[in-house]
Nanobody, 130 residues
């Protein structure tokens, strides 16, 4: 059984930083693209960033480029999202996702749809105060 668990959310002032972490078990972590999605109240879940199985490719939604950095440590089975220069509009529940298939690659297309057949965590709340 695949389990995905996020941590690291919290309350931060605008301009501050947070680092989210995600661990995944029950799958060969290093074989799968991983990503972060977020969902604000009243909005659909949107893709934030993804990373290929070996970290060689990353992609970001335009609104976070230059502020967020995704990375992974396959030996630790952990995915990270370093978030700097946070803005109130970054407030959302952040979800970690593992691609359902090892043939799915990190891309704008993969980020554009929060596929129900991805492996999802329960989410971690990020709140940015102005």
């Amino acid at each position: 059984q695949v389990q995905v668990v996020e941590s690291g959310g919290g309350l931060v002032q605008a301009g501050g930083s947070l680092r989210l972490s995600c661990t995944a078990s029950g799958l060969t972590f290093g074989n799968y693209a991983m990503g972060w999605f977020r969902q604000a109240p009243g909005k659909e879940r949107e893709g934030v960033s993804c990373i290929s199985w070996n970290g060689g490719r990353t992609d970001y939604v335009d609104s976070v480029k230059g502020r967020f950095t995704i990375s992974r440590d396959n030996a630790k089975r952990t995915l990270y999202l370093q978030m700097n220069s946070l803005k109130p509009e970054d407030t959302a529940i952040y979800y970690c996702a593992a691609a359902r298939s090892r043939f799915d690659s990190c891309s704008g297309s993969w980020l554009s749809i929060a596929r129900s057949d991805n492996y999802w965590g329960q989410g971690t709340q990020v709140t940015v105060s102005s």
